[in-house]
């Protein structure tokens, strides 16, 4: 199977800038930040959310803790993927009880990779409120999930794929839109 | 008339090794001649051509298990004789510890009528030494040999105790009879399913050392002694146990000794949790099977013998602790007594030897090719390749650690008292 | 890399890099114990068949458990009450096990090899929960977690192991295992429980020494194996109890010639006042209690690779083709 790259969607500058909003607006709209906290998702929900904690800082000082989540245990399509799935730890730092948390991850899509998150949040304990901040959201929902903070929305068909690059985890820093040929 | 033509006879009792025709009239061998000599004298006779193939005496084995009475599911004696002369062999000797036991005359006759009935390969006894073999009282041993048993033993056991030993052997020396002893000490067996080493430990199985059967082969060698009695080890595997047996020969004292084929092949290193590598004696170290070869060379060991025990796959096919001891053996042996020969270890006569006038004289018999000699001849390549699979076997059963294994040498006929037995 | 296992029969034939990867993946299973909520959906729909045939409570409640909090079903059969009491063979036992369709069989036997024998007729990933006194592989991977977790590493220890070594499956286990990793082994108990052959355990060039003496066989030990006194053994040859405590007990006294902070471990259950002393049981450098959480995390990681999948193409919700 090969990957074509079909259309860039987003650049390095854009990406930065786009975090740098998302951070402004869960700051604004969160009615204080005593308790808020941020659940990245692995794998590169994870440097999004530390790169929004990051920004956060930059507003006011703010100091918002961040977790990490390995959602593998959770997913309802297990039985294809655990052939080749390798577990990664979750670390929440913290008690997510009362929490007001927002969980990050690069893309939303069928919802699916959420609902394994919230389920193993909610193994954990009982936030207060869960919200989802997402880098790109690119339609075909399956279940009833919601981004409160999307960075972009953008037209995808089903054979596409929309991949976010980021320099930790790929070298590259950009969106990209792909479609996958047999 | 059978005529045996172009083949090479190997006659161990005249030392003859040499292209020779030879004519069988009724069952008894007629003439020897050289090659083309007979022509006029098998004028009408049915014609073997034994080219490329050596003609040698007919095989004796001197150790098996045909299981019937009582054990038909495994083996009866059809069955295990047609395995026999697809083996080469002419002659088998077939343990006691049937069901019931062949303890006393009536049983050995039943077995008799059975074989003159089914069997196209002589079937000679062996009669346990004492009632059910439970070693506590002699059983009708001089009955039994009127009947026709040719050996004493309490085979799947050791003779139970040295005062048992001594008074079978006492018994069995006026009456001219070997006693064949199983030799085990029982509480060094104790529940041991292979020998002791470095794979037991490994496997995680219970095992027995070497000193198990050794032991008990110094007891029935200082009895014997007691008693100048024929004493004969059965399935010996250790070398402990072969230096005794050599030491009792250099003293002249009738001892004999036979090794199975699957004990100068294999090594407890074979034994993986396949059943099929399960029996007892159980396969030895490397130094014991290398031992027991150059035993086979030297003459310390007398007879090559297969303790042919089948068991029916049910019986087999179970976690290695509960599965029954033993393996087949009939129509193996000899090509595995042949890989000896082609890796230079066993000159080919000396393995006819073992075969032929080693268990004869072990047995008190003659067996050689001679004018008034029984017609009984095994005729062998040493040259077919084949494949052995236990499928295929004659034998009802298929618990054979060779299956699969690709041989070069094979019977290629076996005559039993002037008749042709088996035809590959 | 990822590694994926048939079975789980025996730490033998595993590499070095294998053994690695099913300790890594069990540290989420340990961390999960930590949860208010321990129970997962992971293997919702599974079926794990448990087949003892030998009586174990601690070793069977924890697989139990393991199955149950990552959602999968039971079927249980104990020895005692299976019909393998009215002559049926163990191929029929578990051949009844295997027409109702459980998704693997995990077995302790008092056979060795009887895994071996069932993963060779059935159609099912079969683990070993104790064979004979072949192996128990999942003790020597949850000893192993504990060990490297408390010492942070595995590799060039000093293992004394104490007691009937002859007989433990346990013991093997954890040379095979521990051994993969350049461990030096000291072997200690009454003479007629240390065969020569032991010291072939292991791939070739491994350290093993046999001491009869415990003081001696302490000195230098980084994790000391304390293994249970089988009751039934002692009687194979008779050794008096009070012998064994006298000559081989785990002391405090005898637990400070070891290197300071060596760890103790003990596959359980233990009976103190026999192979070890109370004192050194609850002490701080015993490490029971976290080899029992540990059992569950390696045997709900065990279970989790070994039935947690198929071999088909990831679905689409990854966004990407190479997460």
Partial sequence: MRIIEKSQLM????????????????????????NLALIGIRRRGVPLANRIAQAMRGIDGVDVPVGTLDITLYRDDLSKVAAHAILQSSEIPFSVDDKDLVLVDDVLYTGRTIRAAMNGLFDLGRPKRVRLCVLIDRGHRELPVEASFVGRSVQTSDTEIVEVRLNEIDREERVVLVERAS | MLLISNGRVLDPASGTDTPRDVLLDGDRIAAVAPPGQLAARAKGAEVFDAANCVVAPGF??????????????SETIETGTRAAARG??????PMPNTRPVNDNASVTRSILERAAAVSDVRVWPIGAASIGSKGEALSEIAAMKQAGIVAVSDDGRPIASAKLLR????YCRALDLPVIDHCEDSSLFAGAVMREGK?????????MPAATESLAVARDVQVGELTNCRLHIAHLSARASLELVRAAKAKNLPVTCEVTPHHFTLTDEDVQYDTRYKMNPPLASREDRDALIAGLADGTVDAIATDHAPHEPALKDVEFDRAPFGVTGFETALALGLELVHAGKLPLMRLVELFTTGPARVLGMKQCIAENEPGDLTIFSTRHDWTFRA?????????????????????????????????? | MSHRFGHMLGIEPLSAEEIVFLLDQSKPFQEIQRHPLKKLATLRGKTVALAFFEPSTRTRISFATAASRLGADQMNLQAESSSLKK????????????????????????????????ARHLPLPVINAGDGTHEHPTQALLDALTIRDRRGTLDGLNVTILGDILHSRVARSNIHLLAKFGCRFTLCGPA?????????LGPPGTSIRRITRITEALEGADVILTLRVQQERLHEPALPLDEYILQYQLTAERLRLARPGALVLHPGPMVRGLEIDPAVADGPQSCVLEQVTNGLAVRMALLFLMIGGADAPPEKDSSHAAD
């Fill in chain 2, 60 to 73: 004796i084995d001197l150790h098996c298990h045909l299981r019937e009475p009582g054990g038909e599911s």
């Fill in chain 2, 391 to 424: 499928e295929e076997s004659a034998s009802k059963s298929r618990n054979s650690p060779f299956d699969g294994r690709t041989f070069r040498g094979a019977p290629m006929a076996t005559i039993v008292a002037g008749r042709i037995a088996y035809r590959r």
């Fill in chain 2, 199 to 207: 794979q037991s430990i490994r496997l995680g199985l219970r095992g």
């Fill in chain 3, 192 to 200: 007629m429980w240390l065969p020569k052959e032991l010291e072939c």
């Fill in chain 1, 11 to 34: 650049t390095a500058t854009e990406i930065d800038r786009t975090l740098q909003r998302l951070a402004h607006e869960i700051v604004e709209k969160s009615g204080g930040t005593a």
């Fill in chain 2, 88 to 93: 080469g062999f002419t002659a088998v000797c």
């Fill in chain 3, 87 to 118: 002559g049926e063979s163990l191929l029929d036992t578990v051949r009844t096990l295997d027409a109702m369709k459980p998704d693997c069989i995990v077995i302790r036997h008092s056979s060795s090899g009887a895994p071996d024998f069932v």
């Fill in chain 2, 167 to 170: 008074q079978v052997m006492d």
